[in-house]
């Protein structure tokens, strides 16, 4: 979808297309997440949004998204798993072993789960099929959804506030976004792989 189609849906349907966009994006059927909420912070400084009520529509889609996931893995996907799980190669030692070790980190998971596409996407399925607490779910869905969508749009307002951008490069600025916070996370995640090796010498 270009941006010239997505601005014609948030201008016809306005806050609504915003929630379904990112719900669509959470429960996995492709959306642009990352370029949406930084336009969403660029219209909002040129005044063609309420910076208030799309950053809750924003951030309600998500949260449901990720709700509705979670349901879907606990009552779908673990039955689903043991039916068919052999014929894709999951098998009960994989799947425990899988289990095991998305458990051993759930909180993290959720939380920086929802900015690695792929990984947003298949995390509350997970985590629904690992009978993960629904109240820990809950409250780490609650606070990386608002730590995921509020970020991407104030970024968009700020950078609308200092520059005249124009929402056909959105697209670029948010993909720019994305490589930096994982290149940031990769040089954070070697730096502490470095030191446990470090410590371990000692």
Request: hydrophobic share 50%; aromatic share 20%; glycine share 10%.
């Amino acid at each position: 979808m270009n941006i010239d189609m997505l601005l014609g849906y948030i201008d016809v349907y306005g806050y609504a297309i915003i929630f379904i966009f990112l719900f669509l994006g959470i429960v996995g059927i492709p959306a642009p997440e990352e370029s949406l909420l930084f336009l969403i912070g660029v219209l909002a400084i040129n005044h063609k949004l309420s910076f208030i009520g799309a950053a809750f529509f924003a951030w309600a889609g998500a949260f449901a998204g990720m709700a509705v996931a979670y349901v879907c893995g606990w009552y779908v996907g673990y039955p689903f798993i043991r039916k068919y799980g052999k014929f894709i190669g999951v098998t009960e030692e994989r799947w425990l072993r899988a289990k095991e070790k998305y458990t051993g980190n759930v909180r993290k998971t959720i939380l920086l789960g929802f900015y690695l596409p792929g990984l947003r996407q298949i995390s509350p399925y997970f985590a629904g099929i690992s009978r993960i607490s629904f109240r820990t779910f809950i409250l780490y869905s609650f606070l990386g959804s608002i730590l995921w969508t509020f970020p991407f749009i104030l970024g968009g307002y700020f950078a609308g506030s200092f520059f005249d951008i124009n929402p056909k490069y959105v697209p670029y600025v948010g993909v720019v976004l994305l490589i930096l916070f994982c290149l940031y996370s990769l040089i954070k995640y070697f730096q502490r792989k470095k030191e446990k090796k470090s410590e371990g010498v000692h």
